[in-house]
């Protein structure tokens, strides 16, 4: 029986058939570790029912856990040097498709229409290239697509910031953007010797649950999440002086003192202890304020 992908001596030997070497610009950190890719495949409730999204196959290490499972893998991969790799590595996969392109580019609304049937459930399961991890999210879960969950690997750092609560250093406004769309947990952390090469950061999986409705009901969106993002603009400074420099032009001292009292909040506290109603109660005030 061939091994698996996701091991040292697999890794090294496809790299060095291909001529490749590893392209950091591109968050190239491959896993090489079987066991951990079948945890992710596990936790992430794959199954025959699944159409997977991945993206980032790098040279299929977690497609093939997840071919072996799910119905179909359909992976979004940038690098064109990698699809000729993935031909290879996967031939013996048939529901596997392979799709040169960048995933910030793609148009999944139309590709889930398209290729998912009535039943099947979509998740993306992925292993993301760093750099550009909270981009990707923000598109997956702003396009409100019909994505059931998403267990994707990413810095340690950020998944603890995504998933963070009140009054911790982790929170802000991204805890806040995640959590509004999705119920969020930290499935568990990676070391960095399951790569290659080894990243400089901890890993880990976080694990996002689409919610039927967002968390709480804004009248305004973009005035919710600027609100939110002007309250985190200098974490020491109070929400009150945050805000009173973030919407000088629309609220003078006076609105912005009614503001608060409206919404029944202290000024003197900071963003971090604001909870997510709160902010909603702060931002549906302000709506109507500026009505
Ligand atoms: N899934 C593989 C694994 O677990 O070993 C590789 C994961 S590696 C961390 C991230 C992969 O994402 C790389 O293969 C990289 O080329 C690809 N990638 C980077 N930016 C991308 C983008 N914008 N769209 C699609 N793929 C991208």
């Not at 697509?145 to 267990?151: A, D």
Request: hydrophobic fraction near 40%; aromatic fraction near 6%.
């Amino acid at each position: 029986m061939t091994k698996p992908i996701a091991t040292v001596s697999r890794t090294r030997d496809i790299m060095t058939q291909h001529q490749l070497d590893f392209k950091k610009s591109l968050g190239q950190n491959f896993i090489i570790d079987a066991n951990i890719l079948k945890k992710i495949v596990d936790r992430a409730e794959a199954d025959e029912n699944t159409i997977a999204i991945e993206i980032g196959p790098g040279i299929g290490a977690l497609t093939e856990q997840l071919a072996l499972v799910v119905k179909h893998v359909y992976a979004f991969e940038i690098d064109q040097r990698l699809i000729h790799v993935l031909d290879d590595t996967l031939k013996n996969y048939d529901n596997v498709t392979i799709f040169n392109q960048d995933i910030l580019e793609a148009d999944l609304q139309a590709f889930i229409k398209e290729n998912v049937k009535e039943g099947q459930s979509v998740k993306v399961v992925a292993n993301l290239p760093y750099y550009i991890t909270t981009p990707i999210l923000m598109k997956l879960l702003m396009d409100r697509l019909p994505i059931e969950s998403m267990t994707v690997m990413m810095q340690r750092e950020v998944a603890d910031r995504m998933a963070a609560g009140p009054n911790t250093k982790e929170y802000g406004s991204l805890s806040i953007a995640v959590q509004y769309y999705t119920q969020s947990k930290v499935m568990m952390t990676v070391p960095k010797t399951c790569f290659m090469p080894q990243p400089n950061v901890d890993s880990a999986i976080l694990q996002l649950k689409r919610r039927e409705e967002p968390i709480v009901k804004v009248h305004d969106e973009n005035l919710f999440f600027e609100l939110v993002r002007t309250s985190f603009g200098q974490r020491r400074k109070t929400i009150k002086n945050n805000l009173q420099r973030g919407f000088k032009d629309r609220l003078s001292k006076e609105e912005l003192q009614r503001l608060f009292g409206e919404a029944d909040i202290d000024p003197a506290r900071r963003g971090e202890s604001l909870s997510i109603e709160e902010f909603a109660s702060l931002a549906n005030t302000c709506y109507t304020m500026l009505e």
